[in-house]
């Protein structure tokens, strides 16, 4: 069936640098994109998202990047804060009227002062 | 507001044993969702509901039973637990689905251990 896959499941910065978490899909029909960061004991928080039609959508300090040709997503977030440690997912929200939100499996991202 | 809310937050049954997994929320949405969440996994959603009285299945809907009886609650129930539904289970709900100016809220999550 399709997944959703995240290339590194563990991804430590020092603070202040630029991090970036990828994330591939499969599914071709897919056109709706969301990340989320769940800190420990709590639910996801939902951080940016995009659709097909964009490349690119820029939120507060992250960026999200979406490469359609090879199926690619990416989230950037800038000047990374130690509050920024956190499990971040990538979702596939499928196609045009799918209710059905397929996560990938997550990075742990851990921020060194 | 409260947001999403989940009971129990955490809960051990024994095999076979039932349980309902309680959710609600007060900020009128249309949509709910119930995952779970195995250890290193990313979420699978279970069941959704997109209004009361309409319930659908989702990508591991097998071993639970939903409803939808109001716009604020969405119970899931574990009728036979085994342990393979061993997980933590997060309650969600949006106004609209797919849409980034009203997206998924969740809740602190239920972690279940079946015994």
């Known amino acids: 069936g399709e997944s959703v896959g995240l290339h590194l499941p563990t991804l430590s910065v020092q603070e202040g640098d630029n991090s970036i978490i990828n994330c591939a899909y499969s599914n071709s029909a897919s056109d709706y994109f969301i990340w989320y960061k769940q800190e420990s004991g709590k639910g996801p928080q939902f951080i940016i998202d995009?659709?097909?039609?964009?490349d690119k959508r820029q939120g507060q300090r992250v960026t999200v990047l979406l490469n359609k040709t090879v199926k690619h997503l990416s989230l950037q977030i800038a000047a990374t804060q130690p509050g920024d440690s956190a499990v971040y997912f990538c979702?596939?929200?499928?196609?045009?009227?799918?209710?059905?939100?397929?996560f990938g499996a997550g990075t742990r991202l851990t921020v060194k002062p | 507001n409260a947001g999403v809310t989940q009971t129990p937050k955490f809960r051990i049954l024994k095999i076979g044993q039932s349980m309902t997994l309680q959710c609600t929320q007060d900020m009128n949405h249309n949509y709910m969702y119930w995952y779970r969440q195995d250890p290193g996994m990313g979420l699978k959603l279970i069941y959704y509901?997109?209004?009361?009285?309409?319930?659908d299945k989702g990508e591991v809907p097998n071993g639970y039973n939903v409803s939808r009886s109001t716009t604020e609650d969405f119970p899931l129930r574990l009728e036979l637990a085994a342990p393979s539904q061993t997980s933590v289970y997060f309650c969600a709900s949006s106004y609209q689905y797919r849409d980034s100016n009203q997206p998924q809220h969740f809740g602190d999550g239920t972690r279940l251990s079946i015994l």
């Open positions: 995009i659709r097909s039609n964009m």
């Open positions: 979702a596939d929200g499928g196609g045009y009227n799918n209710n059905d939100m397929r």
């Open positions: 509901s997109v209004g009361a009285g309409i319930t």
